[in-house]
Nanobody, 121 residues
């Protein structure tokens, strides 16, 4: 089993910044990618950003130019630097990990418990 521990959420004013962290632990085979998703109250969970094992990044259009995803491979950690935050960025942010086992030719997907981001004046 793999556990994901997120941190860094909180209350910030519009235009402010936060940095989210997610650290993976447990039996990890080979990380294919790590990502962040957001879920606002009453809405579906949506993709925010991802980073592959090779370092390729993808972003939702709504956060391009404001958010930066990065990885610390040695620590199996992923970060999300969020700048110029808007009220619509608020919600629970979930860390996601896609793990691939070459031995079993199987992919596993894991989710963290979420960290709350509130953007309000």
């Amino acid at each position: 089993q793999v556990q994901l521990l997120e941190s860094g959420g909180g209350l910030v004013q519009p235009g402010g910044s936060l940095k989210l962290s997610c650290t993976a632990s447990g039996r990890i085979h080979s990380i294919e990618s790590m990502a962040w998703y957001r879920q606002a109250p009453g809405k579906e969970r949506v993709f925010v950003a991802s980073i592959s094992s090779g370092g390729s990044t993808r972003y939702a259009d709504s956060v391009k130019g404001r958010f930066t995803i990065s990885r610390q491979n040695a620590e199996d950690a992923v970060y999300l630097q969020m700048n110029r935050l808007k009220p619509e960025d608020a919600g629970f942010y979930y860390c996601n990990l896609e793990d691939y086992s070459h031995d079993y030719d199987e992919e596993y997907v894991y989710w963290g418990q979420g960290t709350q981001v509130t953007v309000s004046s």
